[in-house]
């Protein structure tokens, strides 16, 4: 099967670093399809280039957040979900394209700002309804698992962050076989949704607790993190804007 790494992204100073540090380790990754999804009206030129020079299979598209659900200037980040439309809007591009069963695949929903090792790709290449591993550095915790019993079957998750969620999991803790994408040809990621429920609302479309494939180790091992790189201090920059000026004439960062 095919890997499908979903990722929404969005422009701000670091984009260029993140998303090269996603394509130098996909590109280790073999029978891999990248489908990156920008958070604007129109294809960046700036992404596009990066994708053209990555030597990836790759799928460029774009649909701009609605002005009510974009995050206000200043307004904390966790007030709004992130990545709704962008990532409804892969899932939209899989079933049309990748419609037909003999395309086997398995949807992995990679942001931009985590790192990810290239073990975790062996682990997603064995999913055959929804699989699930620990993930790294996220919801107040070390390390937020599921939990497995003496049978190998997931019983929860030692999530400290709202526990009572249908799937306490972070995004980067599950992938989801392409068959039941298309079984269930509405599941998708909405704006109606309580603050952390994104996963739990896609997951509970496709899948149940029962039916889940511990992975990883039966979950012993990590090889995600919930990174999110630290917003730089552009101070400086900001000077020269005032002045007309700017640091980045002629040269992509
Ligand atoms: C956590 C989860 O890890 C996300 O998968 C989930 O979407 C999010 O919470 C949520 O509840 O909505 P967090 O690290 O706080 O994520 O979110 P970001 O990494 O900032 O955003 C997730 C993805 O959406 C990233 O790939 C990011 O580039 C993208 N994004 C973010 C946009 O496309 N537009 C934005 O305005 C912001
Ligand atoms: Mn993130």
Redesign the pocket.
């Known amino acids: 099967p095919v890997i499908y790494a979903i ?4 422009k701000r100073p670091v ?1 260029r670093a ?1 998303l090269t540090r996603l394509s130098n380790t996909f590109r280790l990754i073999n029978n891999f399809h990248w489908i990156i ?3 604007s009206e129109m294809k960046t030129s700036l992404v596009a280039n990066l994708l053209f020079r990555s030597h990836l299979n790759y799928t460029h598209l774009a649909i701009g ?1 609605p002005v009510e659900w ?2 206000k200037l200043k307004e904390p ?2 007030k ?5 439309k ?2 409804n809007k892969a899932l939209e591009w899989l079933r049309n394209n990748k419609a037909n069963e003999n395309d086997e695949g398995i949807v992995y ?6 790192t990810y090792s290239v073990d975790l790709f062996n682990e997603i290449r064995k999913v055959k309804g929804v699989g699930v591993w620990p993930v790294g550095l ?1 919801g107040g915790l070390l390390v937020e698992k599921p939990l497995i019993n003496s049978k190998g079957k997931v019983i929860g998750w030692n999530s400290a962050w709202r526990p009572e969620r249908p799937f306490p999991v ?3 803790g599950f992938a989801i076989n392409l068959k039941l994408l298309r079984n269930h040809s509405n599941a998708e990621f909405s704006w109606d949704v309580s ?5 739990s609302a896609i997951l509970s479309q496709v899948t149940t607790i029962d039916q889940l494939e511990p992975l990883a180790d039966n979950c012993t091992k990590v090889y995600v993190w ?1 990174t ?1 790189t630290e917003e730089p201090i552009l101070k400086a920059e900001e000077k020269l804007k005032n002045r007309g000026l700017r640091s980045d004439m002629n040269i992509e960062v």
């Open positions: 990722t929404p992204t969005y984009q993140e999804v920008e958070d957040t974009k995050r980040k966790w709004k979900p992130r990545g709704v962008q990532r929903f990679a942001d931009d700002d985590n996220v972070d995004m980067a603050r952390g429920y994104q996963e919930h999110r």
